[in-house]
């Protein structure tokens, strides 16, 4: 599927998609959103990307295989569920830094989650989808 | 104690990365093991001659009750030493016999698990570890029995054993569970306290039934025999060590501990002696006919199993003396056999007792040891066996008055069955005129018939002083079997009285037979003609039928297409459902009570009619998901209306991605083609409006449920208090359920990885077959 309009229109579109996604995952605390939505929007974006201009260009893009993401995503949770454990806490404890932090809000172990969860999801989409689209 | 355990487990797992360096010269050090932890025990004997029980306890999972406490009493210490004494032989042994062998570290290792499994298994302290270690032990005689994995044979040996043991494990732990639940204790040294209370509860019979198939399967009683000459395809150092000496009397141990612990009964005894004094003459009959050494081997120890188990049933003082001596005679001569079997098999490459001949012509000292074996297996005076043989006659003739003649006379025919069998295996290879085919037969390596011969020469010195060995080894264990003071009382000579008349009786028929009758070749395949009623062939039978049913059950219910489950799966969900409706009654509904319907409404109710239509009625694949996935926006929509924005966004999200999906997938179908007859649309039809009506009432009868929003309300008050967070459903996601999304994403990542490898596996053309 060749179309010059969507080729064009993908090349502003990832990017804004992308932040969007991040603007999702960021505010998920405090208003609709979050890792799960924030990581299924981004995965759209590469999606539309690799309709545009075919999968093996999205793949360049990407670098890495999207598998990889799997791993790094599960570390990132897996990392803020035991890191009150240094502390004497059970895991899973909520750990916040006191003040908020500029534009990004508040931070605290429960955004790591968060982007755990992100990353997950789109390493999980990413892999599914591509590995079919490149099935032959 | 801990440590005799682990070492051979720890020093097994070793041999995988050092496997290249234990096949060379350095297999030396193998035998080592077993030689350094029988040591160990044998440096305990003074100490629990004296009556001293030693015990270790380590925690592991408290909270189960489930902790390695290991116990070396009496029995437990006879066992271990049987386990380490006769392994430090067979390790010898093995190491040449072997010698060469692709899979030697395999072997080994193999055989040190069992070791320390079997080590586990008699230590045990505590039932469930005792469990634990007893399934290893099977598992580890899986892996033996069908160590020639190239041959279909000792596959299904090996599959066999570990059907038949298993499913006696399963038996076993049921009993063991009800035990310790019963009791309120999994530590053996506390159960024996519990006696009384054990064997006046309601359960008592069904413990009693648990654990005897558990303790049968494995020590192969009838029903459960055959197993056993299936497991002689192990190589025979293996036969002579799992199969004869250590692992099959596991299931003797096992009746042995619980003799103090549910013992004592009727029940107990006349199952024991039933089982046992069938097993022991049907399997010493059988011995006479077969013309493979192994085959009479594993007969005659499967009668002699038979015999202990016989013997504790019997659960007099004398019996148990008889028990714990006859296990050492057992051990002693019939690991001998089995080596002089395989030093046999190893050099003329036959074990067909038709066949042997002469063979001391050329290997005299296997063949002496083969004599001592034989002699003590027959109980000849002045050997060990001879004392263990007066010992059961003993215990049989001071049975209760009438019952005592007959158990004799069956004690004196399952005698003479062994005495012939124990002379064919071990005499008669060697006697009469050497062959010309076997001239060239060498005598084998020093270290495979020494191990033989210091267990045949151990049989007769323990003959000759059993005063001493009594004291040391087996008073004890009677102890500990007896759960208090037995007399042991042995001596090389007991005077003119009946037992010795029984005694030379025995010898006599025994060699009487041995001369008298020869087993050949048509002798065994009249033998065979009875096989349709064996257990073997119901067992075998009940297997395939298992067989049979599953793969009905897997061509008609869980066939492959997708189409098929979807359609079980919800005429499954419809009837459980729709069942439980009915039992609430008619469902009423109030229109007064729900909100009027909105223009907007309306609108998205034709929507989603419209692309309901377009689905059954399109012929192209591609608008059917298209329009499916037009539902799913508009049920967005709905979530959008009531202020669902969440939801909203993750299903919309979804719906496209899925759409998505479909799209490469179908991409590659083939062109739609309807194959279907006319019925299938209308009963899938049926099928899908049955279960929208049922979520339909469903959904209408929640309005007259309770409103309880005591979760809600909880979530709503604390999601910000305890977690910082204003979106609640966020806050349950990361923060209150944050372990069910953890596992979650694990999922997920699981189902990626399943896709991919599913994809990209490609096999090589010479794997597909």
Redesign the interface.
Known sequence: MKSAILQTATRYLLPILLLFSFFLLLRGHYYPGGGFVGGLVASIAFVLHSFANGTENTMKILRYKPLSLIPIGLATSAVSVTFPLLFGLPPMTGLWFEEPIPVIGMIGSALFFDIGVYLVVIGVVLTILFTIALND | MLFTVLTGLITSSLLVPFGKFIKTKWSILLPFIPVILFLFYLWHVPVVANGTNIVQHLAWVPSLGINFDFRLDGLSLLFALLITGIGTGIFFYGRSYLKGHVYFDRFFAYLLLFMSAMLGVVLSNNILTLFIFWELTSISSFFLIGFNNDSKASRNSALMALSITGMGGFFLLAGLILTGNIAGTFVISELFAHHDQLIAHPLYPLIVGLICIGAFTKSAQFPFHFWLPGAMKAPTPVSAYLHSATMVKAGVYLLARFTPILGNTELWGITLMIVGGFTMIFAAVHSLFRTDLKGILAYSTVSALGILTFLLGVGTKDAIVAVSVFILVHALYKATLFMVTGIIDHETHTRDITKLKGLRKVMMPVFIASLLAALSSAGVPATFGFIGKDLIYEATLNFKENWAIWLTALAVLTNIGLVTAGFRAGIKPFAGKLPEEFRHVRLPYKSMWIPPMILAVLGILFGLFPGVVGAYFNHQTANAIAGGETDMHLQLWHGFNIVLTLSVATLAAGIALYFANNPTEEKLLALERFNVISSQHIFRRIGNGIEKVASWYTNTIHNGYLRSYHLKIILFAELLLGYKLWLGGPVRIDYANLTPLSWYEFGIAAILLGAMYLIVSTKSRLTAVVSTSVIGYCICLMFVFYSA??LA??QF??D??TT??FV??LY?LPPFINFTSRGVPIRDAIVALGFGVIISLIALRVLYEPNSTAISDFYGENAYL??????V???I???FR??D??FE??V??I???G??SL??LRLKSSEKE
């Open positions: 924005p969440d966004m993750t999200t979804i496209t991605l998505v999906l490469l997938v590659k305890l977690a910082k967070g204003k979106n459903v966020n806050v996601l990361v923060d944050g372990m999304t953890m994403t694990v997920l990542s189902a990626a990885l896709v991919y994809l990209k």
